[in-house]
Structures are given as C-alpha cells and as structure tokens.
C-alpha cells in the first residue's frame, strides 16, 4: 500500500517561515491535500489538490508538489506556512486518494512547534 | 453549516462488539461520500472505511477488513460504524468526515468532534 512519510517534527520562530514535507513514491501523480489539527480539537481541511486553500485559511498558508529530485523516485509535497503566528501550532498531516486500492492514505503527521 | 455528529462510543471488551453513528446536517448528506478516520491516543490519523453516496460501494483498510462494517440510512443523514471482533489495538477516538470527490481525488472537506472507543479487559 501508498506511504507517505513526514517528519515527526518542525520548530519555528514566530514571523519565521516554517515548511512541513511529504513524500512519498512519485507523489507528483497524486492530488495531495492537508489538514491541520490542533489539541483536543478535530482536524480541518488546510490546503486541497496541492495548492488549493481551504475556506477561512489564511493566505500565508500555501502548499506545493512539483517533485524535487531528478534522480530519486521519492518526490516530496509541500505545505508552507508564513509568519508563524503562535496559533498555527498544531499537528499537520498530508492525504492522498490511491486510486489503486480506493483507500484514503494519511501521512504520520508533523508537530510544528512555534518557539 | 454542516455538522456531524458521532456517538456510540464506549468501553468494550477484547472480542466485543460496538456500532457508531454519525448524524449529518447543514447538506445534502446522500450526495456525499463519507469516511470514518480513528486516532489511537497520541498517535496519528488512520483511515478506517469510506462508503459512497448511495451506500454501493465500500472500502476498509487492511487492519479492520473482515471485522467492520460501514453502512449508511440516507433517509436518517445517518453513517453507521459497525465494529466486531474488537482489539486492544482499536482503541482510538473516531472521527466521520464528510468527503467530496473533486474530479480526481477524494478529500475530507468536513470532520465530526469524534467518538471514543475504548478496548480494555
């Protein structure tokens, strides 16, 4: 089955820049989506088809997934948050949808820390 | 505004037996997919099961595959969990989440607060 690997966790600065990877087997091919969930709470929906923010998301949230590497068949989606605020501190998780097997697939999740 | 609610959550037995439900509101709920996502304490999201819109098609993930079934009463906007043969391992807090499917992926536009199932001796 689809894997999706994310790193256990982030820190940042606040008004820094904080960047939460995804990869996964030529993900490039795959629509990833993100969701964001703070503690105690459900989780809601970041950013859809890559790029796409959600309703209510601010605009210094932005996602990407254009591949990184030309010789490694692990390419990485990208979720970008600009000017950290205190408030973005949550756990962050990237979907797909493998078509392969019509499961939905979760990435294991990043704890962006704000300092 | 779209709501869902889940209940049914409760302390079972290894071997025991639960169903969850999710009632939906503020949309149109038989045009929707709808998905049922669990989170064991501190650790991450899991994908559990998806069922369509008009509840002819279902899917499981490996691990509960044989042992849940997912099944939907569009004239209650009800989602049903059913959960059998339960282990420790199923203890998590479970989440409905109402999908849409956007020409070439599905993705979950909309999550319920979650139902705690807990599986103790």
């Known amino acids: 089955s689809y894997v999706l690997t994310q790193p256990p966790s982030v820190s940042v600065a606040p008004g820094q820049t904080a960047t939460i990877s995804c990869g996964g087997n030529n993900i490039v091919s795959y629509s990833v989506h993100w969701y964001q969930q703070k503690a105690g709470q459900a989780p809601i929906l970041v950013i859809s088809?890559?790029?796409?923010?959600?309703?209510?998301?601010?605009e210094r949230f932005s996602g990407s997934n254009s591949g990184n590497t030309a010789t490694d068949s692990e390419n990485t989606a990208t979720l970008t948050i600009s000017r950290v605020e205190v408030g973005d501190e949550a756990d962050y998780y990237c979907?797909?949808?493998?078509?392969?097997?019509?499961?939905?697939?979760f990435g294991g999740g990043t704890k962006l820390t704000v300092l | 505004e779209v709501q869902l609610l889940e209940s049914g959550g409760t302390l079972v037995h290894p071997g025991g037996s639960l169903r969850l439900s999710c009632v939906g509101s503020g949309f149109s709920f038989s045009r929707h997919p709808m998905s049922w996502v669990r989170q064991a304490p501190g650790k991450g999201l899991e994908w559990v099961s998806g069922i369509s819109g008009s509840g002819g098609d279902t899917y499981y993930a490996d691990s509960v595959k044989g042992r849940f079934t997912i099944s939907r009463d569009n004239s209650k906007n009800t989602l049903y969990l059913q959960l059998d043969a339960l282990r420790v391992e199923d203890a998590a807090v479970y989440y409905c989440a109402k999908e849409v499917w956007a020409g070439t992926t599905f993705l979950s536009e909309d999550w319920g607060q979650g139902t705690l199932v807990t599986v103790s001796s």
């Open positions: 979907q797909v949808w493998d078509s392969h097997s019509d499961h939905r697939v």
């Open positions: 088809h890559d790029a796409d923010r959600a309703s209510g998301i601010p």
